[in-house]
């Protein structure tokens, strides 16, 4: 199964969201058709190698990009994501209103926060339950701004202060001198599912969520940006948010191996 989106790669961050189709019961409030509900889990990993990084000796296990004679580090990534969405392409919610038609569609949660891990493990972020069965043909996501007047946010921004209007933080050191970059990106991220995903009782399927750190802080000719530079209002926030708007690639993964199964071994 391929998904339609962007494919960069390299030094990648690995989100692998597990759809572990696990059915349960369904109660009086089932939202879609059939007497199962499968749940979604979320797992994030980094992969082992990558062409363009190197990951740094020791205990830390930082990410470490070079380019143009600059050193860039990587301690943490972390990002807001909210709205994911498995939109059905038919079935038996079609000619129900529209209200309720949108509910047997869409699958949404959120805000929640994934941490990029920057070793080689894979870590579950949290699983979810409610997907209806059916043929799902579109996965949508957000990545997210939380925000204090946003009731919805209110209880993430809590166990969250650090992400109050901001929906990615990096933490490093650009040629030995820390930084903290934050951004207020919103963005819709969409992928059509082709074909698409058939959610039956009993099915077990994956899908993985991968998002390119190596190009972030990257200028078109390839040498390293300052991330301090790109921090709200500086002379890199656009290139740097174009970058990670482009850097999110989603595709069927089931050997979780963080390669498109479409495109072979």
């Not at 830390?60 to 600059?70: A, K, L, N, T």
């Not at 972030?216 to 921090?231: E, M, V």
């Not at 595709?251 to 979780?256: A, G, N, S, V």
């Amino acid at each position: 199964m391929m998904i339609e989106q962007l494919r960069l790669r390299s030094a990648k961050a690995v989100m692998v969201m597990a759809l572990a189709l696990v059915p349960v019961a369904c109660g009086d409030d089932a939202t879609g058709p059939g007497n199962t509900t499968p749940s979604i889990s979320l797992s994030v990993s980094v992969p082992a190698s990558a062409p363009t990084a190197a990951i740094a000796q020791g205990i830390s296990f930082d990410r470490v990009f070079v380019g143009g004679g600059s050193t860039l580090t990587l301690t943490r990534v972390a990002m807001v994501l909210r709205d994911v969405e498995l939109e059905q392409e038919f079935g038996e919610c079609e000619d129900l209103p529209d209200a309720i038609d949108d509910d047997c569609e869409e699958f949404e949660t959120g805000p929640f926060l994934l941490e990029l891990p920057m070793d080689e493990t894979v870590q579950t972020a949290f699983e979810i339950s409610g997907v209806p069965l059916g043929t799902y043909d579109e996965l949508e996501f957000k990545v997210h701004k939380p925000e204090d007047a946003n009731e919805g946010d209110t209880s993430f921004l809590t166990q969250n202060p650090d992400f109050t209007d901001v929906s990615i933080r990096v933490e490093g050191d650009f040629e030995g001198q820390a930084f903290v970059y934050e951004t207020d990106l919103n963005a819709e991220q969409e992928a059509q599912l082709s074909p698409p995903l058939v959610v039956t009782d009993g099915a077990s399927v994956n899908v993985t969520f991968s998002v390119d750190v190596a190009t972030w802080f990257r200028a078109l000719d390839g040498s390293l940006i300052d991330p301090a530079t790109a921090n709200k209002g500086e002379l890199n926030e656009g290139i740097v948010e174009e970058n990670i708007i482009a850097s999110i690639d989603i595709f069927e993964d089931d050997d979780h191996d963080g390669e498109d199964d479409s495109l072979g071994s």
